[in-house]
C-alpha cells in the first residue's frame, strides 16, 4: 500500500505546465524513477526470488550455472589455443561475468517496456523505473556470479595488486551505460516490435567477436603479421572496451587507459541519444505497448 502511494506521489505535477516533449519532463522521468529505488529495489529482488521459488538452491543456480560454462569453455578453449589452464580459465570466466551482465542489460533491454506493459498501462510510475528494476536485477545476477570469480583467484592466484579497485569505478560505468542502453532500445523496440530479435541475433554474434573465450593480447602478439593486424581489428567492437575495464583490474594485468577513454566517449554519445528519445517519445510508449 505505501509505494502505490509513493507512485502517486512521483507523479504528482511538480511540472504541470511542461509539454510532453521537454527535458524538463524527461529528466524529471529519471528523477521519479529514482525516488522509487525501494519499490524497484523490491520489484528486483523478488523478479530473482520468483524465478527459483520451487528450486531447492534458490537463487545458487546463477552462480552453478555461470560456474559449470566458464569452466567447461574455459578448459576446451585453454586446450584449442594451447595456453595454461591456471591463466586462461579466470581469464573466460572474468569475461562471461563481465559479458552476461552487459548481454543481460541489452537482451531484456530491448523489451523492458513490452514486458511490463500491464505496470505501464495501469500504474502512474516513471518509465524509468521499470529500467531501474532491469538494471538492479542485473546487478544481482553479476553479484551472485563474482562468487565464481573468487573462488578460482583461490584457486588460480593472479598478480591482483590495487588497481583491483579500479573495478568499483568500472562496473559503475558498465551500469550507466547498461542503463542508457535500455531506455534508448526498449523505446524503440517498443515501437518496432521487429527490434527485439534482430537485437538477439546481433549481441550472439558479438559474443564470438568479442574477447571473451579468446586472447586478445596472445592474438595481437602473433608472430604472423596478417593475424595481428586481424586481431586487432578487435578494439572497432565496442563491448570489447567495457570488458577490458572491468577485466583488467580483477586479473591484476596492466591497465589500458585507452578502453577507459573509448568507454567514456561511448557514454556520453550514449547518453546523448537516450535523452533524445526519451524526450521525444517518452509519452508515446503507453500507447505502443
Request: glycine share 6%; proline share 6%.
Amino acid at each position: 500500500m505505501s509505494s502505490t502511494v509513493r507512485i502517486d506521489s512521483a507523479e504528482s505535477p511538480a511540472t504541470p505546465s511542461a509539454p510532453s516533449r521537454s527535458w524538463q519532463r524527461a529528466f524529471g522521468d529519471l528523477r521519479q524513477g529514482w525516488a522509487q529505488r525501494s519499490l524497484w529495489g523490491y520489484l528486483g529482488w523478488q523478479d530473482i526470488k520468483q524465478r527459483y521459488r520451487r528450486s531447492v538452491l534458490g537463487p545458487l543456480w546463477i552462480s552453478i550455472s555461470m560456474g559449470v560454462l566458464a569452466t567447461g569453455l574455459g578448459i576446451l578453449y585453454a586446450a584449442l589455443f594451447n595456453s595454461q589452464i591456471q591463466q586462461f580459465l579466470p581469464y573466460v570466466a572474468t569475461g562471461l561475468l563481465i559479458w552476461n551482465f552487459i548481454s543481460g542489460c541489452i537482451l531484456e533491454g530491448s523489451e523492458v517496456f513490452i514486458t511490463n506493459e500491464g505496470l505501464i498501462k495501469f500504474l502512474p510510475a516513471p518509465l524509468s523505473l521499470h529500467v531501474f528494476r532491469l538494471i538492479w536485477r542485473q546487478t544481482l545476477f553479476f553479484l551472485h556470479n563474482v562468487v565464481i570469480w573468487l573462488i578460482l583467484i583461490l584457486l588460480f592466484p593472479q598478480p591482483i595488486s590495487w588497481t583491483l579497485l579500479l573495478a568499483v569505478p568500472a562496473f559503475l560505468l558498465l551500469i550507466v551505460n547498461g542503463f542508457w542502453i535500455a531506455i534508448l532500445t526498449g523505446i524503440v523496440a517498443t515501437r518496432f516490435r521487429d527490434i527485439p530479435p534482430i537485437v538477439a541475433s546481433v549481441v550472439q554474434l558479438v559474443f564470438y567477436m568479442t574477447p571473451i573465450v579468446w586472447d586478445y593480447a596472445t592474438l595481437a602478439k602473433n608472430p604472423n603479421p596478417h593475424v595481428a593486424e586481424r586481431a586487432r581489428l578487435a578494439e572497432l567492437n565496442p563491448v570489447m572496451h567495457f570488458l577490458e575495464i572491468i577485466r583488467e583490474p580483477m586479473l591484476g594485468e596492466p591497465i589500458v587507459w585507452r578502453h577507459w577513454a573509448v568507454a567514456g566517449a561511448i557514454t556520453v554519445l550514449g547518453w546523448a541519444a537516450a535523452l533524445l528519445v526519451l524526450r521525444n517519445y517518452r509519452s508515446r510508449v503507453a500507447y505502443w505497448v
